[in-house]
């Protein structure tokens, strides 16, 4: 199993320019999640999924950001315009379905630095 | 969501057992207590959760307090790959519930 792959690893964009972060869930789980973590703030929850249906987006921090999942297997998280305060890492987690204490399997997470 | 008290930093001694606490005396009767930790330039990964008994699995065991205001994650002999930081996460039971993280603890291992 290849667990959560994340890409890209690292991004590197200017302020205004649009980022899209991609996520595919290990295959079989039914939930995925997006967090973000900075110093300040630490891992935040931004938005979950089950059955690709979003569930709470209530952590999304402004009409900037916007996730999708099309499918099972596969997820975005876009910024559109980007803004230097988004400088961040970007989890992207996985699990059965969430709610019954099912274990989340995290992605190695996405670099964003906002110039 | 129940609030949660953990020390910012703890330090250890390698092949030596650690106790890392964590209050939550808000906890409701239906959540059960996870625990992840952080290893460095990585992403959280689960360690072991339980709702009232004492549990045991292959990375920890979980020591609950009877009044359930409190737990203690146990690493029985620390090593130098277990330095990270440690979440303890009060987590509703049912549909659509969240994992949200507090501020954790980061545990430090001297060799």
């Known amino acids: 199993d290849a667990g959560v792959i994340q890409s890209p690893r690292h991004e590197v964009t200017e302020m205004g320019q649009e980022v899209t972060l991609r996520c595919k869930p290990i295959?079989?789980?039914?939930?995925l999640f997006w967090y973000r973590q900075t110093m300040m703030r630490g891992l935040e929850l931004l938005i979950y999924?089950?059955?690709?249906?979003?569930?709470?987006d209530s952590g999304m921090p402004e009409d900037r950001f916007s996730a999708k999942m099309p499918n099972a297997s596969f997820s975005t998280l876009k910024i559109q315009p980007s803004e230097p305060r988004d400088s961040a890492v970007y989890f992207c987690a996985s699990s059965l379905l969430a709610g019954f204490n099912e274990k989340l399997f995290f992605g190695s997470g996405t670099q964003l630095s906002v110039l | 969501d129940a609030k949660t008290t953990q020390p910012n930093s703890m330090e250890s001694n390698e092949e030596e057992p650690v106790h890392l606490p964590c209050n939550h005396s808000t906890i409701s009767g239906t959540d059960y207590i996870h625990w992840y930790r952080q290893l460095p330039s990585q992403g959280p990964e689960y360690v072991i959760h339980?709702?009232?008994s004492n549990v045991n699995n292959r990375m920890a065991s979980l020591a609950i307090a009877e009044d359930r205001k409190s737990s203690t994650l146990i690493l029985h002999r620390a090593t130098l790959r277990d330095a990270a930081v440690y979440y303890c996460i009060p987590r509703r039971t049912g549909a659509n519930s969240k994992l949200t993280f507090g501020k954790g603890i980061t545990l430090s291992v001297r060799p």
């Open positions: 339980g709702l009232t």
């Open positions: 295959s079989g789980h039914n939930s």
């Open positions: 999924f089950n059955n690709n249906v979003p569930i709470d």
